[in-house]
């Protein structure tokens, strides 16, 4: 018998609470009891962003609401930049163009953040942007793009939005829209929110709520002004994804009773570990900006990533690859979530073993012991 650990950044495991609330009989969305839970779990989001706007749940995938990102806040041949530096860059630009929108792609080698002087270029050469789109946090290359420069940028121009893609930043990072001047921010419930997948949350600032009106966009179910009007009242336009909703009110509360200046650290405590192991491993990180979601790393140049994922898997450890031409090349370990610290060392000790068994002769333990030097350290300090 070997046991499933899922270390993919999506899914990811699911802690017992939301295990528990998913698995309860299903409630009517049209009751007052329903009503009550999911003002509750609005309430709760709006703690975790740190906010008192409106912050909408669609039932959907997280690309749902990147697409109500687009449709209800621009208009056909707007100007929009978007920072492409991977697999989730490419789809703020392909959903971009899919409704008319005018993209500036700035492409940028993946693993690469982007370059201030070059954003400030494009910028000066285009003063009538209307928004700029990024990641937080580019889940392919496990990279992490600065938004307060972003910000500064997009408030120096006369109408641009500031949208945000922070699908897996959220529940990692203290992401608060209004505090780093965020318009829109987008995310999904199967990443460090710990659900599985099936809603996105979408948050509005008051200079994207002014485009409301003006945005002729065909939209239908993606439509914020129809969601705003229901879910301020603890309602939604159509039928609700209940049972995670529910499990969504559930994991939150553990947020907010970890703290988030505490999930912030412990995220990157995590990802210290693993960075730091693979490094002592001799492998090379692919980003040269790393997020606290996720590592991705390369595998020695003789080892394709993809059998050393299935020799992984035999051990019972699942970690996703490579996407485009880096497949066969990285392998991605999630720790964004339901992982604490011992999670980790098991996956840097799975790695460890799977390195030697396929030819590469590391000093076993060399990886897990520098994980739990850094771990020791930090638990020192606390
Ligand atoms: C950064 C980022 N953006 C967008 C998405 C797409 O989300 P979904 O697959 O939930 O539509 C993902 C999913 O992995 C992601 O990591």
């Not at 975790?48 to 690309?63: C, E, I, P, Q, Y």
């Not at 991977?86 to 409704?99: A, I, N, P, S």
């Not at 000790?349 to 030819?359: D, R």
């Amino acid at each position: 018998m070997i046991k499933e650990r899922l270390f993919t950044p999506g899914p990811v495991p699911l802690p017992p609470q939301v295990i528990k609330a998913l698995g309860q009989q299903i409630i009517h969305h049209r009751t007052p009891e329903f009503t009550q839970i999911f003002l509750q779990t609005r309430e709760n989001l709006q703690k975790l962003l740190n906010t008192n706007r409106d912050v909408l749940m669609f039932a959907s995938s997280g690309t749902g609401a990147m697409e109500a990102s687009i449709v209800n806040f621009f208009n056909e041949g707007d100007k929009v930049l978007v920072i492409n530096a991977g697999k989730f860059g490419e789809r703020w630009r392909d959903l971009g163009k899919t409704f008319g929108l005018n993209v500036i792609d700035y492409q940028i080698e993946w693993g690469k953040t982007y370059d201030r002087e070059k954003v400030s270029q494009i910028v000066k050469e285009n003063p009538d942007l209307k928004g700029i789109l990024v990641q937080h946090s580019e889940t392919s290359t496990t990279t992490l793009h600065d938004l307060n420069f972003l910000a500064q940028i997009s408030n120096s121009l006369e109408d641009c939005l500031l949208v945000v893609d922070g699908i897996t930043s959220v529940g990692v990072y203290k992401v608060f829209p209004e505090e780093i001047g965020i318009d829109i921010l987008v995310t999904g419930s199967q990443k460090a929110l710990m659900l599985p997948p099936g809603l996105s949350i979408l948050y509005y600032s008051q200079k994207a709520e002014n485009r409301l009106e003006r945005s002729n966009l065909p939209k239908y179910y993606f439509s914020v002004k129809a969601e705003s009007k229901k879910q301020s009242k603890g309602q939604t336009a159509y039928t609700p994804a209940i049972n995670l909703i529910i499990a969504l009110n559930e994991s939150l509360k553990m947020i907010l009773e970890e703290g988030l200046d505490n999930l912030e650290k412990r995220h990157s405590i995590l990802a210290d570990m693993t960075r730091e192991a693979m490094k002592e491993l001799g492998l090379k990180l692919l980003s040269e900006s790393p997020a606290n979601s996720a590592t991705g790393v390369f595998t020695p140049e003789n080892i394709d990533a993809d059998k050393f994922r299935k020799e992984l898997q035999k051990i019972g450890v699942r970690v996703a690859g490579g996407q485009d031409h880096l497949k066969g090349k990285i392998i991605r370990i999630a720790h964004m979530g339901y992982f604490d610290y011992l999670d980790m060392i098991e996956v840097i000790s799975a790695v460890e073993i799977t390195l030697y068994k396929m030819g590469y002769k590391v000093e076993l333990g060399k990886g897990v012991k520098k994980a739990q030097e850094i771990l020791l350290n930090n638990l020192q300090e606390q």
